[in-house]
């Protein structure tokens, strides 16, 4: 696959984040979200696992009960952070999750999707307060929960 489109690097907004490296146009196809697909019970229990690290929570959620962890057979799609104002959406076919860009997207500039994720109504505060966001856009909801 190509990776001329982007590549890794820490991010001041989150763990290490995902950047363009060259202009990118609208509605431009990236790269599709890789991963082992498993229910929200056992994603929970490996973030547990993993010391509630937030650097840990590489899950995407499908919205039927399953997520895809990015952290067991994952790609680069895994460093992409929430951003509350993206500028890359998710298109899920068929449960592939493809990312796509929204907008025309400058070289350099960071890659955000809209996690939108959904915890099990008895996760604890703890793991909520795990979901803080921090993207700094005017629209942000302060958390990378769907609300
Ligand atoms: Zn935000």
Known sequence: MTTTKFRVRRSPVHGRGL???A?????????????EVVDWELAQQRWE??????DHTFFFDLGDGRVIDGGSGGNEARFINHGCDPNCETVDED??????TVRAIPAGAELFIDYRLSLDDDASDE???AYACRCGADSCRGTMLAR
Request: aromatic share 10%; net charge negative.
């Open 19 to 21: 950047y363009a490296t």
């Open 23 to 35: 202009d990118l146009d609208a509605d431009e196809f990236l790269l599709d979200y890789g991963g």
């Open 49 to 54: 696992a993993a010391d509630g690290d937030p």
């Open 95 to 100: 449960g592939t999750i493809h990312i796509v």
């Open 127 to 129: 793991a909520a307060a």
